[in-house]
């Protein structure tokens, strides 16, 4: 018997473990190395003669690759018995293939570079997830993958905030790219020194084991359904690269200006969006811990369609911006919590990380076609049309959750 089932205080206290602390340490170097050249990579793109269509494309295509990489994370995860060291290594990939944009000016290597990077970041994830969700326990799900996520969102903060001031100090956009290894490297490193793994689970002998195959339970029908609703809402979940590429745009058309100023605005209000995120995450997933988790994934889904739905008719003034901005902020925190900790309340442990790999893939496939759609129609002028389309494709998502919901609570009084 647990020592501490009866006492609430020290269940508090320790089921915040090494392991998760690794985790949350990874995700933020990680954030803080690739958002900083996220945050500049339009500009730079610019800068070498690519407009949102390039953006678009790179990103859309680097989030194609990112599902399969996911998809090919989680089945690799299934079947070996250590992760970690795994998880490590696409830590590393991802640094290096940031680092490397910096001596890329051309579509063709820059796409390639990201894709590396965005494919080591794919991999690591369903084995990161795992090892979360192995690293606590059920009841405390929601509140472990906001931690997680707010880790992430600081990252996204602070990498930002690196990019404005080495861009306040006069450096160009490559070299703030080149400095982008040094926090990515630390990601790496606190992975792979912080966080352990529990020894595999045997439940007879090894002679048993080797003369029968293991029989792994079926995924649940309820998932499967679940990944509908996350690829429909996927569908006009588009990359958050766009808000500074529209934050650059209002603040340059308000001010009539491009410089360097400016572009430091838009990187300030991509990083406002980050903070709010980050608030967010943890009290979203302490609440998901205390009640039903998918009615709240589900507002979560709605602010976002009103959010594109607010870009869709404001997307040129800074002021509708602002708020499109805080609302994005607090949908992702939302999505990005609550879809984990859903999903890890569904899936038998040992489908655990395939099961994790499926549902970042879905999301990326999703991201991949918004990403692609929203890219080429800014570039053809068609605001209004892209968001709107992301608005619709989302709300497809949010009528299926609810189908879901309404599914559950009928399956329960039958």
Not at 22 to 41: K, Q, Y
Not at 55 to 69: K, R
Not at 249 to 274: D, F, P
Not at 323 to 348: F, R
Request: proline share 4%.
């Amino acid at each position: 018997m647990n020592p501490s089932a009866n006492n609430p205080e020290q269940v508090r206290r320790t089921w915040i473990s090494r392991t998760l602390v690794g985790i949350i340490l990874a995700t933020f170097f990680s954030d803080v190395s690739h958002e900083m050249c996220t945050a500049v990579l339009p500009m730079y793109l610019a800068a070498v003669g690519l407009g949102p269509a390039a953006l678009g494309l790179i990103e859309g295509v680097a989030d194609f690759l990112i599902s399969l990489s996911k998809l090919a994370g989680g089945f690799v995860g299934q079947h070996v018995e250590r992760k970690r060291p795994l998880a490590s290594l696409g830590y590393l990939v991802t640094t290096l293939g940031t680092w490397g944009i910096a001596f890329a000016d051309r579509l063709a290597a820059v796409l390639t570079l990201r894709s590396i990077a965005w494919i080591g970041r794919g991999f690591r994830s369903p084995l990161r997830d795992y090892l979360l969700a192995d690293a606590v326990d059920q009841q405390f799900y929601g509140r472990a993958y906001g931690l997680e996520r707010a880790g992430d969102m600081l990252g996204a903060v602070v990498g930002p905030l690196l990019a404005v001031l080495l861009l306040g100090a006069g450096f160009e956009f490559r070299t703030i790219i080149l400095w982008t290894i040094v926090p990515g490297l630390a990601a790496a490193g606190s992975f792979y020194f912080f966080t352990t793994e529990k020894e595999p689970t045997r439940h007879s002998s090894v002679q048993a084991e080797e003369s029968s195959p293991t029989v792994l339970p079926p995924f649940p029908r309820e998932f499967w359904l679940f990944l509908i609703g996350v690829m429909l809402f996927g569908l006009g979940d588009f990359s958050r690269t766009f808000i500074v590429w529209l934050a650059a745009k209002a603040v340059g058309e308000q001010h009539g200006s491009t410089t360097g100023g400016t572009l430091s605005l838009a990187v300030w209000l991509y990083m406002m969006h980050n903070v709010v995120s980050a608030l967010a995450a943890y009290p979203v997933g302490h609440l998901g811990d205390r009640r039903a988790k998918l009615p709240i994934l589900v507002v979560g889904y709605g602010l976002g369609v009103g959010t594109n739905l607010l870009l869709a008719g404001f997307s040129g003034s800074l002021a509708f911006l602002v708020v499109a901005i805080v609302l994005s902020g607090i949908y992702i925190a939302i999505e990005e919590t609550l879809e984990k900790a859903v999903a890890a309340e569904w899936l038998p442990r040992e489908r655990r990380s395939l099961g994790f790999g499926i549902l970042a893939c879905g999301n990326a496939v999703g991201d991949m076609a918004s990403s692609v759609y929203v890219g080429w129609l800014l570039e053809a002028g068609y605001s209004t049309a892209a968001f709107g389309l992301a608005a619709a494709t989302g709300a497809t998502g949010v009528c299926w959750m609810i189908w879901l919901i309404k599914r559950q609570a009928k399956l329960r009084t039958e």
